[in-house]
């Protein structure tokens, strides 16, 4: 199979990694990927949004499925236009991908199809949640918890187009749920928390994510399935009634709260930085199965998944969610990667022969271990190794989960 990847992040590096194990790949290409994934395929100068250019690039390749990535392009209805020309496409239309491009759309198909998310407010007042409407890479999302902060939040919404959307304040755990789907059908990847906050100890702006881990304590394959029929499946039964079937990830950004599941936001895509902690740990063919949920066939489709803990950090420029790093030269790859933990590429650009800075989030180091702790440790000494100047990461990735994991296994 031929497959491409469209996108540049760490998530499609994962994407392709993962998709270059599988037998049944004959050509890996992306558009335009990025330097770490030059290394296992071929990358083509062509933007992700760029729908005719993606024709056109799969047309001459003769390319037998596209994988979108970013939401972006989704969004754009990229999908429909290549699914429209013959070609299998893992990725929603741009219908279903309103779930994830407005708000206010997602807020409506959630009510109508029974899902539980945290209330409306038709007022901003403290504690609340402000949200800008549109995409805003994970950036447009303020928490209030007193007035200050909302006062603050009010005001930076307003940089953001469109009309912004208030919400009662959840407290709880975090979970990202992803699903792959087609049409009603259902595969669960394994449950995945990320970190939203810029600093240790949450503190600081939210960010499109500082890492991440998988499995999460706690949550059990039955607590899983009680989710898939609470939260995704009610979302697709909706999306199909209303003649808009759904193929590629129902990502579903959850609260636990104490009166249960509550939904904060769907995803129409791979979670970054999710995906670089989900994709190592799983054991079966992954093309097989986007490409059989791109044909609108997941039933018999199985993906064995690793005991194994995976654990990813990210690292970011100095100043990121702020500012990105840019033409910074970065040593200690080879030396990371040489301790068994895998690196992605994020945000990264050649230079001649010197691979450097190209971004606000630049690398992703992910480490697989028997638990949760052992992974973070394996992930933070590949971390060490690598510098550029400036570099900065998160020092309590999983740090809260190895604990309670430590606990339930005491
Ligand atoms: P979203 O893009 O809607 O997922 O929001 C980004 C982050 O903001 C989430 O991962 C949460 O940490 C936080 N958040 C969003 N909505 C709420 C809410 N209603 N209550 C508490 N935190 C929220
Ligand atoms: N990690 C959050 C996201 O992919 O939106």
Redesign the pocket.
Same mark, same amino acid.
């Given at each position: 199979m031929k497959v491409l990847i469209v996108g540049s992040g760490g998530r499609e590096h994962a994407l392709a990694w993962k998709l270059a194990q599988s037998p049944k790949l004959s050509e890996l290409h992306a558009a335009p990927g990025n330097p770490g994934i030059a290394a296992l395929g071929n990358c083509h100068p062509v933007r992700a949004d760029d729908g005719e250019g993606l024709l056109t690039l799969a047309h001459s390749l003769a390319i037998d499925l596209v994988v979108v990535g970013p939401e972006v392009p989704l969004v754009a209805g990229v999908a429909d236009q290549l699914r429209h020309a013959g070609i299998a496409v893992f990725g929603p239309g741009r219908e279903a991908a309103m779930l994830e491009g407005s708000k206010t759309f997602a807020k409506e198909l959630m009510i109508a199809a029974g899902v539980p998310t945290?209330k409306e407010l038709t007022e901003p007042a403290w504690p609340c /949640?402000v =949200?800008a409407d549109g995409l805003a890479a &994970?950036k447009g999302?303020f /928490?209030c918890p007193d007035a200050v902060s909302l006062a603050r939040a009010l005001k930076e919404v307003e940089a953001f187009p469109g009309k912004p959307v208030f #919400? #009662? +304040? +959840?407290v709880g755990e #975090?979970l990202s749920m992803l699903v792959l789907a087609a049409g009603e059908e259902t595969l669960a990847l394994a449950p995945a928390q990320d970190f =939203?906050r810029a600093y240790d100890g949450d503190q600081g702006p939210?960010t499109g994510g500082m890492g991440s881990y998988s499995p999460v304590p706690g949550i059990d394959p039955d607590e899983v399935e009680t989710i898939l029929e609470q939260v995704h499946r009610p979302v697709l039964a909706e999306l199909n009634d209303r003649g808009h079937p759904f193929i590629g990830v129902l990502y579903a &950004?959850l609260?636990r709260t104490d009166e249960g599941i509550k939904v +904060? #936001?769907f995803n129409v895509r791979f979670g970054d930085p999710e995906t670089q902690a989900i994709v190592p740990r799983i054991e079966g063919d992954l093309l097989e199965a986007l490409a059989s949920a791109a044909n609108g066939e997941l039933e018999d489709v199985k993906l064995d998944v690793s005991d194994e803990a995976c654990v990813t950090v990210v690292l970011a420029a100095g100043d990121y969610p702020a500012s990105s790093d840019k033409g910074s030269p970065i040593s200690g790859i080879a030396e990371a990667e040489a301790t068994g933990a895998v690196v992605f590429h994020a945000g990264t650009a050649m230079r001649g022969e010197a691979l450097v800075t190209s971004g606000g989030r630049v690398l992703n180091v992910s480490a697989l271990g028997p638990t949760i702790e052992t992974a973070r440790e394996r992930a933070y000494a590949a971390c060490e190794k690598i510098s550029w100047e400036g570099m900065r990461y998160r020092t309590d990735i999983a740090l809260e989960a190895a604990r309670r994991e430590a606990g339930e296994n005491a």
């Open positions: 945290a /949640v =949200k &994970g999302v /928490v #919400e #009662e +304040l +959840l #975090e =939203k939210n &950004g609260m +904060l #936001e």
